[in-house]
């Protein structure tokens, strides 16, 4: 199984400002690997796929990077409707998985 | 509008059965795979069972495999996952998802989740 982990677990940022989440795979998944946003009591959301690509009505805001091991999601200027948890998810191998999630708060 | 409407979730003792469903509208179903997701309270995503458009292709997580049977009805545009064997550690919202386009893909549609508890 292809364990992903997410850095750091908890992001503190203020409005306006950037925000840099990691992603890191236990083996290439090449660019097999899908961003989501989770707002509390919601369903995830779907942000990028295929490693850099925005999904359908994201804002550009989010950006999004990497292939093989390593992954990056870049929120170049935080909204309020971004304080968020975000989870990047492989499925390049079965089992497919997903990290462990990032919290991005207020700071 | 593109829907997936689970149900089925409740509570239910160790050792009991569960059968969730997810009703999908507003795309062509049999021509995307499917998969389960669930998320334990306060916990991350964990992909639980995935299946191809046609239904002859199925995946499992370890955690459940042997346990859970994921199959779909694709003259019903419906999506299920029985449940047996459940354990405590199977308590977690369930959501159903759609594949962008490949299987395996991105999860570009989820459903709103149904909780399932599984206690004494």
């Known amino acids: 199984e292809i364990v992903m982990t997410q850095s750091p677990a908890t992001l503190s940022v203020s409005p306006g400002e950037r925000a840099t989440l990691s992603c890191r795979a236990s083996q290439s998944v090449g660019s097999d690997l899908a961003w989501y946003q989770q707002k509390p009591g919601q369903a995830p959301r779907l942000l990028i796929y295929?490693?850099?690509t925005r999904a359908t009505g994201m804002p550009t805001r989010f950006l999004a990077s990497g292939s093989g091991t390593e992954f990056t999601l870049t929120i170049s200027s935080l909204q309020s409707e971004d304080f968020a948890l975000y989870y990047c998810h492989q499925y390049n191998n079965w089992p497919l998985t997903f990290g462990g999630g990032t919290k991005v708060e207020i700071k | 509008e593109v829907q997936l409407l689970e149900s089925g979730g409740g509570l239910v003792q160790p050792g009991g059965s569960l059968r969730l469903s997810c009703a999908v509208f507003g795309f062509p179903f049999s021509s995307y795979a499917m998969s389960w997701v669930r998320q334990a309270p306060g916990k991350g995503l964990e992909w639980v069972s995935g299946?191809?458009?046609?239904?002859?292709?199925?995946h499992y997580a370890d955690s459940v495999k042997g346990r859970f049977t994921i199959s779909r009805d694709n003259s019903k545009s419906t999506l299920y996952v029985q449940m047996n064997s459940l354990r405590d550690e199977d308590t977690a919202v369930y959501y159903c998802?759609?594949?962008?386009?490949?299987?395996?893909?991105?999860?570009?549609?989820w459903g709103q989740g149904t909780m399932v508890t599984v206690s004494a």
């Open positions: 299946i191809s458009g046609s239904g002859a292709s199925t």
């Open positions: 998802a759609k594949d962008r386009w490949n299987d395996p893909d991105a999860f570009d549609i």
């Open positions: 295929a490693a850099s």
